[in-house]
């Protein structure tokens, strides 16, 4: 069963003295986080993760959001900004001062 593409052998592993694959083979590196599923056949599926700050979930659960950040990603990339001059004194702005 393959349901997200072609699987490509890289090598045979075997399990360490506690129960340990090693897969560096795989192009896996120290610290590179994987959702684990397990089918009834016993078939191992590793799918990459990253984590990302909560701060910022909420650009990828609002599209609105989303889509809004990735046409200013999209002007700025392409020149199509305008100069507002510096913002350096809402720096020192504590967070009561703005509503």
Known sequence: MNPTGKFVPVGESS????????????????????????????????????????????VWENSVIRDSLGRALQDSATGRVKRRGSFSKFAEESSDDIS
């Open 15 to 58: 399990t360490d003295v506690r129960s340990r694959i090693s897969l560096g083979k795989a192009g896996v590196r120290r610290d590179d986080r994987y959702a684990i599923a397990v089918n009834e056949e016993g078939e191992i599926l590793l799918t990459p993760l990253v984590s990302i700050p909560k701060r910022e979930l909420l």
